[in-house]
């Protein structure tokens, strides 16, 4: 792993000639005589779960409640306010690049990196430096379902359901138990179950699978779950530009607020100075936008966006180290909960105020696959011990 304070001008030397090199010795894999295999148009489904009862609910907490909240699973409670605006949405994944994994707007690239997700979160558990990792382990979806739930075996067992090609759980049961459990640290680790399940993981609607509770149940472990986030949106729009439809099962909420982050100047608004305590997704679940902008017009404004658009660095964002690079790779690898993927930093640099690079995409594309694919497990291992 390579973390550089990119701010100072010794490093950005440093990150040059380290690009430079690269460059020099593998070039970029996909430059010279890619050919694109993405479809004209793609035709996005947006369906999202429906969130009243789960914002009934935090409602009806007192603060105390919500305080506890706060310091075990940071801002996600926030999510369940903002809404998606679903022309802008099906607007914004036409402009994904699946082969260099950003959003291209013209001659303007951007992505969703790991440092700003970190932020939006503002988890104080979280340990950066210790990622979620899909082990093989023989621990039983009840067994861990049992561990957060606090509920005995018979009871989990009983209310296990098989959907398709995995074990899952309905969320109305989820929901029973936030209402009547007794100890109240179950209730609150079952309502951030819900958030994580039903907003940042919506690919099985109103049901939890044991995907989820396998990275869940990991969190008490202080991991971040910011690349598994990462990974499960790039995985998800490459898949719909690929095929060109289907239904986009990533955190449609945090992309919404990044982008708005970076293209608040279309809106033509300011913010305020902010605190240390300061929560964007809180913010932003406050703010009323338009959402009568038609697709059209939202992908007209898209392709011509100027670099004097946007602001290249969010107005939330803090300067701090950035990723650029992990262990033997020359990008990032990111494991998700249902397949792995990478994305290169290095073309998103000036989201942190320092100049862009032409990424080395050497092996790349390798680094997309489905935990279900052929000889997966050999290739987790090799993404895992970078």
């Known amino acids: 792993m390579e973390n550089e304070f990119l701010s100072k001008v010794e490093d950005n030397a440093a990150v040059l000639v380290w690009s430079e090199s690269l460059q020099s010795e593998r070039r970029d894999s996909l430059a010279e005589g890619h050919v694109s295999e993405l479809q004209d148009f793609t035709r996005v489904n947006v369906v999202q779960n429906e969130l009243q009862e789960l914002r009934d609910i935090w409602v009806s907490w007192d603060e105390r409640i919500k305080q506890l909240f706060y310091q075990i ?72 379902l049992m561990g957060i739930s606090g509920m005995s075996e018979p009871w989990v067992t009983a209310r296990i359901q098989q959907k398709r090609d995995s074990k899952c759980i309905a969320w109305e049961i989820l929901r029973d138990l936030i209402l009547t459990h007794p100890d109240e640290r179950k209730r609150v680790d079952i309502f951030a179950l819900s958030v994580y399940r039903l907003v940042i993981f919506p690919k099985a609607l109103r049901h939890v699978d044991e ?114 690079q992990c262990g033997n790779f020359d990008w990032v690898p990111l494991l998700g909960i249902w397949g792995a993927t990478g994305y290169t930093p290095l073309i998103a640099l000036r989201q942190y105020k320092s100049r862009q690079f032409v990424p080395t995409t050497y092996e790349l594309a390798q680094s997309e696959f489905s935990f279900k694919a052929a000889h997966y497990k050999k290739r987790v291992q090799e993404l895992s011990d970078a």
């Open 73 to 144: 699973y940071g801002d996600i409670s926030y999510l369940l306010d903002i809404r998606v605006d679903k022309h802008l949405f099906r607007a914004l994944v036409q402009f994904w690049n699946s082969a260099y994994k950003c959003f291209t707007f013209g001659e303007v690239d951007l992505v969703p990196t790991m440092e700003e997700y970190t932020t939006l979160l503002r988890c104080p558990k979280i340990q950066v430096r210790k990622t979620y990792v899909w082990v093989f382990s023989n621990q039983a979806f009840v067994k861990k």
């Open 211 to 324: 995907a989820v509770i396998d990275l869940f149940d990991c969190l008490e472990k202080r991991i971040t779950p910011v690349p598994a986030i990462l990974a499960e949106t790039f995985r998800s729009l490459s898949s719909c530009r690929k095929t060109g439809e289907g239904r986009f099962i990533g955190c449609a909420q945090l992309l919404m607020v990044w982008f708005h982050g970076h293209f608040w100047k279309v809106y033509k608004v300011s913010y305020r100075v902010f605190s240390e305590g300061y929560s964007p997704l809180k913010e932003e679940g406050a703010l009323q936008r338009r959402e009568d902008i038609s697709e059209e017009k939202w992908m007209n404004i898209l392709q011509n966006i100027k670099e004097g658009d946007i602001e290249w660095r969010a107005y939330w964002m803090v300067l701090n180290e950035i990723m650029y």
